[in-house]
């Protein structure tokens, strides 16, 4: 697990700028999705959406179907915000959870 977590690291530090980007339209529509109205802040959704990038990519690993991503390169652009929006969406409802919004 630990080779996982540091491959996934990797990968997001290589493209840096875009997973930043990335992690803040996801943490932004999760923390939406999960509370409608909820007042919450711009750090929160950086927050929301890196650890939830961290874990769509973690999981994506894991599960083995990194692979079968690498195969359809085209689209890569498409399913790094698709896995980045479902961890997010996870590290949200989390945090609806334990403290709602």
Not at 32 to 61: E, P
């Amino acid at each position: 697990m630990k080779e996982i977590a540091i491959e996934t690291a990797h990968y997001l530090q290589d493209n840096l700028a875009l997973a930043l980007v990335i992690a803040f339209v996801v943490g932004f529509l999760a923390n939406k999705t999960v509370t409608h109205w909820g007042k919450t802040n711009i750090v929160l959704y950086l927050v929301v959406g890196v650890l939830g990038s961290f874990v769509g990519q973690f999981f994506v690993r894991y599960l083995g179907f990194r692979e079968i991503l690498d195969q359809v390169a085209g689209m890569a652009l498409f399913f790094d915000v698709l896995i980045a929006y479902c961890g997010s969406f996870v590290i949200a409802a989390i945090l609806h959870l334990v403290k709602p919004m």
